[in-house]
Every structure is written in structure tokens, then in C-alpha cells.
């Protein structure tokens, strides 16, 4: 059995209360661990660490915050396997995803803020004849990071690295789903010459631990990852206390096909939009307008294609799409396939759970595409985040405008085309955070990251990380 425990203070610690909760491997439907499920005394035990350490760090020169984040990048890239299993397990996408993408990206989290902060200046404004302002940008204290379960070290990396950076100290909580490589981060933190209290992790329910994160008077600013709903109960706490909130929240997020485009290298990134991390990502494209004149050709071939993905273990070099999350996840995104079938919707393919060999009670599902008869429908409004994406034709660009934005979200949206007039239109209508054209996932970690509606407030990323995570201070001389 792997049990972990909480790093506070730069040590790792069990929980004061001696409270436990299992940790499953999805692929094989089985307990493999335990994890501290924290009350609130570790988690103010949490926060004295970050208090006393503040101070320190937050007076830390920028050449030595750097250095330090940049040493964990590579000490996250020198684990690269470790962190990759570890990950694979934990969660149960495919090895070959968290090699290529999940840990490679926590690295590139921590080296770009390692970087960013060394450009991150304040500005400075002349009252001409009058006074000199200048602005300053300083660390907000000890804030609080709450990540999700589908991108587990990339999405808990994320904040942390820009919060450290800017000279906050962290209370820091990985979902209990997948808790494993947050667990592996405290150990890389403290080689890598963190100083003890600048990062704890706390392990625990989001109902227990989470909670008494949001609700403790002096964690100045909360940046959360997860779901609306969870979003918007966080926001009832914290928003009468003053805190700074950041909120990456749930998306359905249309996938608009053009007849115009680049159809071979459409059809290939749209198979990844639909079904990467067996769709447990919050920008996969999970509802597909195709204009009319090339429906049925793209239907037809997108059939194929997915036909043709391997479901399996995670740990298989050839499976495409492996074990969801959890049997609670599993049995929510069957309930969706099945409530299509009430609204007309027809299943082209997939739909069903899968049994692999050997791990018979592993969480699995075929990759699902259903053709709806109206966007209005339950499926093609509500957040699934399963391996299931809609289909349906438009003929109008005014039309499908109208579909792709009727929807409570806004994080992302993907369009392909080669009209730049219709790009420029769309993409300045289309009501989301983030617009790829003719791509999906290229991230430029300087951009703007985040969602509109119900997917969210603030933003992360490049600067905009760095000002969430910094008070602006203005003085004004007079002269
Ligand atoms: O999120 P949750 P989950 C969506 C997607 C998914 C849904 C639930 O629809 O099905 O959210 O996913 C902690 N106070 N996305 O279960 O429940 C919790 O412990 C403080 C989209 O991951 O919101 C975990 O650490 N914390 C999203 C974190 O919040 C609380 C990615 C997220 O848990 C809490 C993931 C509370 N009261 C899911 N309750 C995206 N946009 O990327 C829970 N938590």
C-alpha cells in the first residue's frame, strides 16, 4: 500500500486527527493507498508554516526565488518516469499522455515562472511638474492553491509556481482523487532548496480540508480549478471576506468545422480535442458543428478514426484512451449517454464500458460520439467531461454563432477555417476565454488563461498570474 502524508513546514507529517481516506488506482478499481483526510489544526498548522516563512521569502531576492524554480523544473524533468507512473496511476490516463504532456508541463510551470518573475517589473507614472508615482507589486502573504483531478501536477503546478514566485507563501491542496504527485513534489521542493513553510500541501476532502482552506480568515487570496458549482460555493465564502479569487471552472466548448479547412489536419486534432485524458480535460472540444456541405463525409471518417482508438491499460505504450478517473466519474458520464438516448440522440459509436483483460473492474469507456437533433439538448449543454462529444450541422456562420455561444459556459472554443475575414468575425463573437483557430491546446504560457460565464473569473498565466498573486501598491512623491 503507498500511504502518503502532508508536507508542512518542509517536513511529512501525518494528520493531527489521524483521519485516513483510500486512494484508488481506476485502472484496476482497486485501493492501492491512504491519504491524510486534514481537519482544520493541520491545515492552521499549514498556515503557521507559510506565516513564519513569509517574511523570509517574500524579502528573498528575485535571482534566488528564480534559481530555486528552476532547480525544481529539473528536478521534476530528471523524474520524468517516476513522475509520469506515479501520475498514470493515479489517475488513469495513458502513461504515454503523462509523459508527453502532464509532467513535461509542470516543469515548463515552474521554469517559466522561474523566468517570468525576473521580467516582471513595476511601473512608474510622472505628474509632470508635480510628482513621481511608482507602483509596487508586492506578495500578497500566504495564499491558498485547490486543484482538480484531470491534470493533477500540471493544474497544482500552475498556481503554485507563480504564487511562490511572486514571494507568497502557499497552502496548497491537490484533489484526494489524485494526490500521488503532489505527494512527490514536497520531496523534489526540499532538495531543490525550498525553504521550509514556502510551499505545505495538505491532502483531505474538498468538503473537510478544502473548506477549511476557503475559510480561514487569514489566507489572503484563493485560486481554485475545478467545478461550477464548486466554484460558485467557494466564491459565496471567501467573497465576504475580502479574498482574492481566481476561478477556472467547467467548459463545453465548441469545436466549429468549416468546409474551407485544412480537413486531414482537422479531423486528426479534432480526435484529440474530443477524447485526450479520455476527455477529463476542461478545453476538449466537446460539441462539433461541421457545416453542412461536409457533414457526412466528416461523420463517416470521424467515425473511423475513433473506431479505430485503443482503450486499455495506462500503462499499455499503445492505448489511447485509458481508465476514467473514478467508478463515481464513470457511472455520472454513463448517465449523460444514456439521457441522450431519451432526447433522440444517436449513438454513431461507442457508448458502452469497457472490460479490459485482467483489470475486469477498471473504470473504462468507449470513446463516444452522439449526433443530437437540436443543441438545446441535455448533452449538449451540460459540462459531461467524459470521453463523449455531440455532433451536429449548421449552414449559417450566424447560425452556429448563435449555437456555440447558448451555452451557461465560455472557457474555450476551436474553429476551423481559412477564410481570415470569417476568422476575424467569429473569433471576436465567439464567447470564450480563448479561441484556437486551426489548433487545439498550443499554449503560450505568457497568454491570458482563462474563461467567461460560468467558467470562471480572473485569469492565469504569464503576467496575469503574477498581478493576482501581488498587491499593486501606488506612491506618489511630490516634488
Ligand atoms: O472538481 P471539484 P472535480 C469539472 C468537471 C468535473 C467537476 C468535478 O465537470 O466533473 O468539475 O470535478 C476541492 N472547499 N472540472 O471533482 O469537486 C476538491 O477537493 C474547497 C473542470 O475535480 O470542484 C478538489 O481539490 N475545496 C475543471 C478541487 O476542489 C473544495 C477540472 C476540485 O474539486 C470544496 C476538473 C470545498 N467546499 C473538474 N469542494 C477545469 N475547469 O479544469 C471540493 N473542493
Known amino acids: ?20 481516506i483510500d486512494n484508488y488506482n481506476p485502472s484496476k478499481g482497486e485501493v492501492y493507498g491512504q491519504i491524510p483526510n486534514s481537519t482544520k489544526e493541520d491545515v492552521e498548522n499549514a498556515y503557521k508554516a507559510a506565516k513564519s516563512a513569509f517574511p523570509k521569502w517574500s524579502q528573498t531576492s528575485i535571482e534566488e526565488r528564480s534559481k530555486i524554480l528552476i532547480k525544481i523544473s529539473e528536478l521534476i524533468e530528471e523524474n520524468l518516469d517516476a513522475f509520469s507512473q506515479a501520475e498514470s496511476k493515479d489517475n488513469g490516463k495513458p502513461i504515454s499522455l503523462a509523459k508527453a504532456v502532464d509532467i513535461p508541463r509542470s516543469a515548463s510551470n515552474f521554469r517559466f515562472f522561474g523566468n ?3 521580467q516582471f517589473a513595476s511601473e512608474s507614472h510622472e505628474s509632470i511638474g508635480q510628482a513621481i508615482n511608482y507602483t509596487l507589486r508586492q506578495p500578497i502573504g500566504v495564499v491558498g492553491c485547490i486543484s482538480p483531478w484531470n491534470l493533477p501536477l500540471y493544474l497544482f503546478t500552475w498556481k503554485i509556481a507563480p504564487a511562490i514566485a511572486a514571494g507568497n507563501c502557499v497552502v496548497a491542496k491537490p484533489s484526494e482523487v489524485t494526490p500521488m504527485t503532489a505527494y512527490l513534489l514536497g520531496e523534489i521542493c526540499s532538495e531543490a532548496g525550498l525553504p521550509k513553510g514556502v510551499l505545505n500541501i495538505v491532502h483531505g476532502l474538498g468538503s473537510t480540508t478544502g473548506q477549511a482552506i476557503i475559510e480561514h480568515k487569514d489566507i489572503k487570496a484563493i485560486s481554485f480549478t475545478g467545478g461550477t458549482a464548486t466554484g460558485a460555493h467557494i466564491a459565496k465564502i471567501a467573497a465576504p471576506m475580502f479574498k482574492k479569487l481566481s476561478l477556472e471552472l467547467g467548459g463545453k466548448n465548441p469545436n466549429i468545422i468549416f468546409a474551407d479547412c485544412d480537413y486531414d489536419d482537422m479531423l486528426n486534432t479534432t480526435v484529440r480535442s474530443s477524447f485526450a485524458n479520455q476527455g477529463q480535460i476542461c478545453l476538449c472540444g466537446s460539441r462539433i458543428f461541421v457545416e453542412a456541405s461536409i457533414y457526412e463525409k466528416f461523420k463517416k471518417d470521424f467515425v473511423t478514426k475513433v473506431k479505430a482508438l485503443k482503450v486499455g491499460h495506462p500503462a499499455e505504450a499503445n492505448t489511447n484512451i485509458g481508465a476514467l478517473v473514478s467508478k463515481a466519474h464513470l457511472e455520472k458520464v454513463k448517465e449523460y449517454i444514456d439521457i441522450a438516448k431519451t432526447e433522440n440522440g444517436t449513438i454513431l459509436y461507442g457508448g458502452n464500458k ?46 452556429v454563432l448563435k449555437m456555440a455561444n447558448k451555452v451557461k459556459y465560455g472557457l474555450s472554443a476551436t474553429l476551423w477555417t481559412n477564410n481570415l475575414k470569417r476568422t476575424m468575425r467569429m473569433s471576436n463573437q465567439l464567447q470564450a476565454g480563448i479561441v484556437w483557430v486551426n489548433t487545439w491546446m498550443m499554449r503560450d504560457l505568457r497568454t491570458p488563461f482563462g474563461g467567461i460565464k460560468a467558467s ?24
Request: aromatic share 12%; hydrophobic share 35%; glycine share 8%.
Open 456 to 479: 470562471g473569473v480572473g485569469r492565469e498565466g504569464g503576467f496575469e498570474a503574477l498581478r493576482f498573486f501581488t498587491e499593486a501598491k501606488n506612491v506618489c512623491i511630490k516634488y
Open 354 to 399: 469497457v472490460t479490459v483483460e485482467g483489470f475486469e473492474n477498471g473504470y473504462y469507456l468507449e470513446p463516444t460520439i452522439i449526433e443530437v437533433p437540436s443543441d438545446e439538448c441535455r448533452v449538449n449543454q451540460e459540462e459531461i467531461f467524459g470521453p463523449v462529444v455531440t455532433i451536429m450541422p449548421f449552414n449559417k456562420e450566424d447560425e
Open 1 to 20: 500500500m503507498q500511504n502518503i502524508q502532508n508536507y508542512i513546514n518542509g517536513s511529512f507529517q501525518n494528520p493531527i486527527q489521524n483521519k485516513w
Open 116 to 118: 517570468a518573475i525576473t
